[in-house]
């Protein structure tokens, strides 16, 4: 790990050289110094040093048997022991497999025996001294529960991994997660309530909306009305949906210049209704009936033109569905019995 942190040092090195482009030289020279990790990998995850575990001792004020005001406490995270990774070093595979120990530093408050107020968690992976320590989180507590805000820290401790808020131990409120990767942006943010999280707006890496949703009712019936928008800010595609992910209600497809592409309704995740398609000048292309989705009735049929088309004989399940491509050329002919498709051809 001290390689990470000396590869930090030379950005901070960068960074006060110059100001212009410094987003730009970061990045070049983490990947300069992952590059040559790469040629030549290297892992500082023995076991930890004697004298520093020995130094790792629990401090602060007990009064009548009871903790009271400041207190510094350790802990040793194993979750990484063991965990195999697979890593090419000149030409070659190879699979390492950790033996890193993670020192947890956790600072604050007591009341009375219960945790009060901000907790900051730091973290070293290091096995020698000197340790060095970089924030992981910091959570808000109220007589021992958490309360308010969480925040889980990435990129050495400047920036958040995620945020969460908490209501007498419950998430409750505005969550928010942050993509791992530079710059760092918003990824998504979700409602809670009581410890129940519901998606409400979801990013793309470069920071452009990717999803929004929208709590409705629908029929009498809780739904989320989503939008979804491209990496240029155009939207792609709108509908409803129950279960968080389950189709239900009418479903919009968009083209890229913004015309309307297709409307299908659903029924519990299962085409049924009136569906219909567009050419992107905007002109209805087909209308049809779908029952439980099959095509079931055959409504009309129009080249881009508006000029009417053969759409085929199908109602009520039975008859020929007639289709074509974008410029009126036959692509095929369906033909359906009692709903179920047969000889096409």
């Given at each position: 790990?001290?390689?990470?942190?000396?590869?930090?040092?030379?950005?901070?090195?960068?960074?006060c050289?110059?100001?212009?482009?410094?987003?730009?030289?970061?990045?070049?020279?983490?990947?300069?110094?992952?590059?040559?990790?790469?040629?030549?990998?290297?892992?500082?995850?023995?076991?930890?040093?004697?004298?520093?575990?020995?130094?790792?001792k629990?401090?602060?004020?007990?009064?009548?048997?009871?903790?009271q005001?400041?207190?510094?406490?350790?802990?040793?995270?194993?979750?990484?022991?063991?965990?195999?990774?697979?890593?090419?070093?000149?030409?070659?595979?190879?699979?390492?497999?950790?033996?890193?120990?993670?020192?947890?530093?956790?600072?604050?408050?007591?009341?009375?025996?219960?945790?009060?107020?901000?907790?900051?968690?730091?973290?070293?992976?290091?096995?020698?001294?000197?340790?060095?320590?970089?924030?992981?989180?910091?959570?808000?507590?109220?007589?021992?529960?958490?309360?308010?805000?969480?925040?889980?820290?990435?990129?050495?401790?400047?920036?958040?991994?995620?945020?969460?808020?908490?209501?007498?131990?419950?998430?409750?409120?505005?969550?928010?997660?942050?993509?791992?990767?530079?710059?760092?942006?918003?990824?998504?943010?979700?409602e809670?309530?009581?410890?129940?999280?519901?998606?409400?707006?979801?990013?793309?890496?470069n920071?452009?909306?990717?999803?929004?949703?929208?709590?409705?009712?629908?029929?009498?019936?809780?739904?989320?009305f989503?939008?979804?928008?491209?990496?240029?800010?155009?939207?792609k595609?709108?509908?409803?949906?129950?279960?968080?992910?389950?189709?239900?209600?009418?479903?919009?497809?968009?083209?890229?210049?913004?015309?309307?592409?297709?409307?299908?309704?659903?029924?519990?995740?299962?085409?049924?209704?009136?569906?219909?398609?567009f050419?992107?000048?905007?002109?209805?292309?087909?209308?049809?009936i779908?029952?439980?989705?099959?095509?079931?009735?055959?409504?009309?049929?129009?080249?881009?033109?508006?000029?009417?088309?053969?759409?085929?004989?199908?109602?009520?399940?039975?008859?020929?569905?007639?289709?074509?491509?974008?410029?009126?050329?036959?692509?095929?002919?369906?033909?359906?019995?009692?709903?179920?498709?047969?000889?096409?051809?």
């Open positions: 790990m001290k390689n990470i942190y000396i590869i930090i040092l030379n950005l901070l090195s960068v960074v050289i110059s100001q212009v482009d410094s987003a730009k030289l970061i990045r070049e020279k983490v990947d300069e110094g992952i590059a040559n990790w790469f040629k030549k990998p290297t892992y500082n995850d023995g076991p930890i040093d004697t004298a520093v575990m020995n130094s790792l629990d401090s602060g004020k007990i009064v009548n048997g009871i903790k005001g400041f207190w510094k406490e350790y802990h040793i995270d194993s979750s990484l022991y063991g965990y195999k990774q697979k890593v090419v070093s000149d030409g070659k595979i190879f699979e390492h497999i950790s033996k890193a120990l993670i020192i947890d530093k956790e600072v604050g408050n007591y009341v009375d025996n219960k945790r009060e107020g901000m907790w900051t968690t730091y973290q070293s992976y290091d096995t020698k001294a000197p340790l060095f320590w970089q924030k992981e989180w910091e959570i808000y507590y109220l007589h021992g529960i958490k309360d308010s805000t969480e925040i889980l820290y990435q990129n050495v401790g400047t920036k958040p991994l995620l945020i969460a808020n908490y209501r007498n131990g419950k998430l409750w409120g505005v969550y928010k997660e942050y993509y791992y990767n530079y710059p760092y942006n918003l990824k998504r943010v979700y809670c309530v009581d410890g129940r999280g519901t998606l409400k707006k979801q990013y793309y890496e920071g452009t909306m990717e999803y929004i949703y929208t709590d409705t009712l629908l029929n009498g019936i809780t739904h989320l989503y939008r979804n928008f491209d990496r240029s800010g155009f939207i595609e709108s509908g409803y949906l129950i279960h968080d992910t389950v189709y239900d209600g009418k479903i919009t497809i968009f083209f890229p210049n913004g015309k309307i592409q297709s409307i299908i309704n659903y029924k519990s995740g299962v085409m049924e209704g009136e569906e219909k398609y050419f992107d000048n905007g002109q209805l292309w087909s209308t049809r779908i029952k439980n989705g099959v095509a079931w009735t055959i409504i009309n049929n129009y080249n881009k033109k508006g000029e009417k088309m053969d759409g085929g004989t199908l109602k009520d399940g039975n008859g020929t569905l007639i289709l074509y491509d974008e410029k009126g050329k036959l692509v095929e002919i369906e033909n359906y019995k009692n709903g179920i498709e047969i000889n096409s051809k």
